[in-house]
């Protein structure tokens, strides 16, 4: 089973930044795509931005070009750098273990408690 801890959120004004971090546990991960999701309050979880196993990068319409997803499997860690924040970008940002099939991503089961990004305007 893999776990998976999300920290990093916090308040930040509209324009500014935040970086999200991603824990996961498992022999796996280094093997693995990962996915970072948000969830705002009364809407469904969204797709973010996802990252193969070899670094190949994918995004949102609406985050493309602001936020950045990295990786470093030897600390079995995912990143989530985000800029130019948006009141619309608050949410809590969760990470995902999953797998790509062609260029989609495949999301598993497993989900960490998220961490909150608020945004003031």
């Known amino acids: 089973q893999v776990q998976l801890v999300e920290s990093g959120g916090g308040l930040v004004q509209a324009g500014g930044s935040l970086r999200l971090s991603c824990a996961a546990s498992?022999?796996?991960?280094?093997?693995?795509?990962i996915a970072w999701y948000r969830q705002a309050p009364g809407k469904q979880r969204e797709l973010v931005a996802y990252i193969s196993s070899r670094g190949i990068t994918t995004y949102a319409a609406s985050v493309k070009g602001r936020f950045t997803i990295s990786r470093d499997n030897a600390k079995n860690m995912v990143y989530l750098q985000m800029y130019s924040l948006k009141p619309e970008d608050a949410a809590t940002y969760y990470c995902?273990?999953?797998?790509?099939?062609?260029?989609?991503?495949?999301?598993?089961?497993?989900w960490g408690l998220g961490t909150l990004v608020t945004v003031s305007s």
């Open positions: 498992g022999s796996t991960f280094s093997i693995s795509a």
């Open positions: 995902n273990q999953g797998r790509l099939g062609g260029a989609t991503y495949y999301g598993s089961n497993s």
